[in-house]
């Protein structure tokens, strides 16, 4: 077997909480729900041969997840429901600073508010929120459960609990909670795509397929959906019909870095090597310390019989701490100008 023939694709789907407002740079006109995305997660596995790593999500972990305001009834004016009663300042308040990620700070805020409104259900919401943004698990389902209790039909407080729960990966919960939030609001997308994402997390890749799919049925134009679904179909091997998704994803939102880099990926996985080089080369424009890039762009050029470059994306790849490209050095360019 030729010692190039062999490429090990390792496929791991992962769900992020917070992690855009369904596109990066184009909310979601609806409601401002924060979207799930199923991404790759990184692999430091290597084969005797070589390994192609898919990208990471599309969030950097080294960023904190913020609260937003979220319009909770699709009939009423944010700004209508935040000015009403007598905790509202407070309740404004707080949001203010959640949006700023200072949550302790927010947290002290509602609870004024809740001492002048304990029956206000979009204050124990909100809580419940800042708690889940500082890993309060337990608070947070407290706040949840409270303000369910006092308003059962408002999609938003189980969307975000579905959420909180799909981080703890407690998919079961996460799912039942999906599922309310589209009983209430068949059109809320972002819970039918979470679907998916967790059903993905699951390895039931084909079933993740069928609710991205109903999902870009309701919002054509929804660039997450056909990311999640393009690495459900990469997960399956069908990188033909991945490739298809990944570049509906970049028709709608061009910027989407994410889904350039694993359009590359799985264009070198049909071997297409130089419009994988192409989508390397475009996604390092926007992040140029990204030593996966690198890594697996030096695949591409290794095809393509261009050693220098894939020994210098190598290299490169190494010096930004990719820790499998130093064994790729020295399997490839010992001797290589």
Request: hydrophobic share 40%; net charge neutral.
């Amino acid at each position: 077997m030729n010692k190039y023939s062999l490429i090990t694709v390792l496929f791991a789907l992962s769900a992020l909480l917070f992690a855009c407002n369904s596109n990066p740079k184009n909310p979601d006109v609806n409601h401002t729900d924060t979207a799930a995305v199923a991404g790759q997660t990184k692999s430091d596995v290597t084969t005797p041969a070589d390994s192609i790593r898919m990208s990471s999500d599309l969030t950097s972990a080294k960023q904190e997840p913020i609260i937003e305001i979220v319009p909770i009834s699709p009939q009423a004016k944010l700004e209508r429901q935040l000015s009403q009663g007598e905790g509202a300042p407070m309740r404004k308040e707080g949001i203010h600073f959640a949006s700023l990620g200072k949550f302790k700070e927010a947290i002290q805020a509602f609870n004024e508010s809740l001492k002048r409104e304990p029956d206000n259900s979009d204050t124990w919401f909100y809580r419940a929120k800042a708690k889940a943004d500082m890993k309060d698990y337990a608070g947070a389902e407290a706040d949840y459960k409270k303000a369910i209790e006092l308003r059962s039909d408002v999609p938003a407080y189980y969307y975000y609990r579905g959420e909180m729960r799909a981080v703890q990966k407690k998919y079961d919960a996460a799912l039942a909670d999906f599922e309310q939030t589209i009983a209430i609001q068949p059109t809320y997308t972002d819970a039918i795509n979470y679907k998916g994402v967790i059903l993905a997390n699951m390895g039931d890749h084909q079933a993740a397929i069928t609710f991205y799919d109903q999902a870009i049925e309701k919002k054509p134009d929804f660039a997450l959906a056909y990311y999640n679904k393009a690495t459900s179909l990469a997960a399956l091997k069908q990188f033909t019909e991945a490739e298809h998704d990944f570049s509906e994803a970049l028709r709608l939102q061009p910027e989407y870095n994410e889904a350039l880099i694993n359009r590359g990926n799985v264009r070198f996985m049909l071997s297409k090597y130089a419009e994988a080089v192409v989508d390397y080369s475009k996604a390092l424009k926007s992040t140029p310390d990204n030593a996966d890039i690198y890594y697996n762009r030096a695949f591409s050029y290794q095809r393509l019989q261009q050693a220098e470059k894939a020994c210098a994306d190598w290299l490169k790849a190494e010096q930004l701490g990719h820790t499998a490209a130093a064994g790729m050095l020295k399997q490839f360019c010992e001797g290589v100008k």
